[in-house]
């Protein structure tokens, strides 16, 4: 009875603790964001960029070139989802500023044949996006999320399914000075079946409570 009474109380810690740092939020805003922003009219989401950290065997079945493909899709995919939320925000009049086809923001990045966006500053990429202020983030999972990357990783090396969980950090800088505007970092459980749509819903839900952009 004593050892089922403690695997029960271990257990249940441990629950608590994995709850607890799923639920962990780091958030910046920075202080004078509505005088920074009052004059913002339309932004652009940049392709996110992914992380899809495989296991040693599975990393076996795959080459440099297709995970990096897999990464470039998968940060394509939340770019798209996070798009998608924005607009139905747009549509309702919970948003106070335009988004910027992401169709038009990658190709003028491939016009103007940026590939790395770390090499650029956030100024030239709002000069070139004709933009008031970019959003930028990273997104680190162990599986795929979009549909696509899932049925190609699953044909590959027979590995299905979507995530549990996956930390994204996005930020939002100002288009004259590059200026940290707003940070978000959140680590989301996902569920069997959950793609980037679902993420980012879950995600942004929470978030755009505390993003000035919106009503």
Avoid: C
């Amino acid at each position: 009875m004593y050892k089922f009474t403690f695997k029960l109380v271990m257990a249940m810690l441990f629950m608590f603790n994995l709850n607890t740092a799923l639920a962990q939020t780091n958030l910046y805003q920075h202080p004078q964001f509505e005088t920074r922003t009052a004059d913002h009219k339309i932004i652009a989401i940049l392709p996110f960029e992914a992380n899809v950290s495989l296991r040693p065997k599975q990393m076996k079945e795959i080459s440099q070139e297709q995970l990096a493909d897999l990464e470039k899709n998968e940060g394509l995919s939340v770019q798209s989802a996070m798009y998608s939320w924005f607009l139905k925000r747009k549509k309702r009049g919970d948003l106070l500023i335009d988004i910027q086809d992401v169709k038009r923001t990658n190709a003028l990045l491939l016009q103007n044949n940026i590939d790395n966006l770390n090499a650029v500053t956030t100024e030239q990429l709002a000069q070139i996006l004709g933009v008031d202020a970019v959003i930028t983030g990273t997104f680190e999972t162990d599986k795929p999320m979009s549909d696509g990357a899932s049925v190609a990783l699953g044909l590959l090396i027979g590995f299905w399914g979507s995530t549990n969980a996956a930390t994204i950090n996005m930020s939002v800088n100002n288009g004259t000075d590059g200026e940290l505007l707003w940070n978000y970092n959140k680590r989301v459980a996902g569920s069997l079946g959950s793609n980037t749509d679902m993420l980012i819903n879950k995600l942004m839900r929470k978030a755009s409570r505390r993003l000035g952009y919106t009503d």
